[in-house]
């Protein structure tokens, strides 16, 4: 989903965006969105970029693959309250388009443009029926195809950069 006209703000180009509402339930004991809910974003905004490619859960099923979270790094970096939207990002940041593959979140308020979450994924592909690593199908390696040059350019300079 394109939200935004240009990719100003964000960390990487081209991003695909989703936008959410902070629910009422989303909110914890303090009075904004629990830790937990942005990981929940985060895999809910995976999956929509996944279908936007006409790709489905079924696909994954009929297959026999998937993609696992090895490592998870999110930074918390402020905070959203009941009512308020938000813009999820998500970019294929790294892959190898065999086996392994990185997904990169920002998060930002839509009404303020701040950057409230960061979080990177690092995946493996893997037969469901063994639950082993197995090198990615098509539709996996066409989704997880490495990134354009501009885009791998990009996140390496961001690695490099002190993040706020």
């Given at each position: 989903?394109?939200?935004a006209a240009d990719d100003k703000g964000w960390d990487l180009p ?99 443009g701040e950057t409230v979450f960061r979080a990177q994924t690092k ?42």
């Amino acid at each position: 989903m394109r939200l935004a006209a240009d990719d100003k703000g964000w960390d990487l180009p081209r991003p695909f965006l989703r936008a959410v509402v902070a629910e009422p339930g989303d909110i914890d004991d303090f009075g904004h969105v629990n830790n937990a809910v942005y990981l929940r974003w985060a895999d809910e905004t995976g999956w929509a970029h996944w279908e936007a490619d006409g790709l489905t859960r079924q696909q994954c099923r009929d297959l026999d693959r998937g993609m696992a979270i090895l490592r998870t790094e999110a930074d918390y970096l402020g905070h959203v309250r009941a009512g308020e939207q938000v813009i999820c990002a998500v970019w294929i940041a790294v892959s190898d388009g065999r086996l392994r593959a990185e997904r990169w979140y920002q998060f930002r308020n839509a009404e303020t443009g701040e950057t409230v979450f960061r979080a990177q994924t690092k995946l493996v592909s893997f037969q469901l029926s063994t639950g082993k690593p197995a090198r990615m199908v098509s539709p996996f390696a066409d989704h997880y195809a490495k990134p354009a040059p501009d885009l791998a350019e990009a996140a390496a300079l961001h690695m490099t950069k002190p993040k706020r």
